[in-house]
T-cell receptor
């Protein structure tokens, strides 16, 4: 079974600064998807960024980028130029490419606090 | 991306009662998933609802406690039966798009408090 580990319960960052959230996962598979989701107080789960394991290039979406280290099974999220609206719970998630149904397995989450 | 509406948004329920949560999607989807998020916790998959077949439950979840209906490609319900305070959680409906790009899309969740 796959497991997703987020070891940082909470991270604090000042506005305009950069914060990096860590995520490691355990899998014996070679083809899979990794995701970062954001959950603000409104509860809506919002996809931040997606990475396909067969792609060596790290995914980037505006101020959000990942450092995907396949051999180390590590998938960290970097938030650059942090804004107050980035404050939320961030979840790392894994999906096996062999799972045709498409269910996701989530880590425990990291609370990001943004201070002015 | 799919737009997902859940009802109710929140509710306060009495112990021993049952509540049905509705999930409506603005497009036809094959796979729908129901997740539970207990207070301060991560998301745990309850079951997968594939249209036209019985829902498939994850370990630790049973149909008698969480019956699910999936009458068509845009709608599903999750019932939380015989509720206890331990059932106080956010229940989230999620879907996989018709063109599978890997991720799931989520509704806003239903926050249930059981007294």
């Amino acid at each position: 079974a796959q497991t997703v580990t987020q070891s940082q319960p909470e991270m604090s960052v000042q506005e305009a600064e950069t914060v990096t959230l860590s995520c490691t996962y355990d899998t014996s598979e070679s083809d899979y998807y990794l995701f970062w989701y954001k959950q603000p107080p409104s509860r809506q789960m919002i996809l931040v960024i997606r990475q396909e394991a067969y792609k060596q290039q790290n995914a980037t979406e505006n101020r959000f980028s990942v450092n995907f280290q396949k051999a180390a099974k590590s998938f960290s999220l970097k938030i650059s130029d942090s804004q107050l609206g980035d404050a939320a719970m961030y979840f790392c998630a894994y999906r096996s490419a062999r799972d045709s149904w498409g269910k996701l397995q989530f880590g425990a989450g990291t609370q990001v606090v943004v201070t002015p | 991306s799919a737009v997902i509406s859940q009802k109710p948004s929140r509710d306060i329920c009495q112990r021993g009662t049952s509540l049905t949560i509705q999930c409506q999607v603005d497009s036809q989807v094959t796979m729908m998933f129901w997740y539970r998020q207990q207070p301060g916790q991560s998301l745990t998959l309850i079951a997968t609802a594939n249209q036209g077949s019985e829902a498939t439950y994850e370990s630790g979840f049973v149909i008698d406690k969480f019956p699910i209906s999936r009458p068509n490609l845009t709608f599903s319900t999750l019932t939380v039966s015989n509720m206890s305070p331990e059932d106080s959680s956010i229940y989230l409906c999620s879907v996989r798009q018709g063109v599978d790009t890997g991720e799931l899309f989520f509704g806003e969740g239903s926050r249930l408090t059981v007294l």
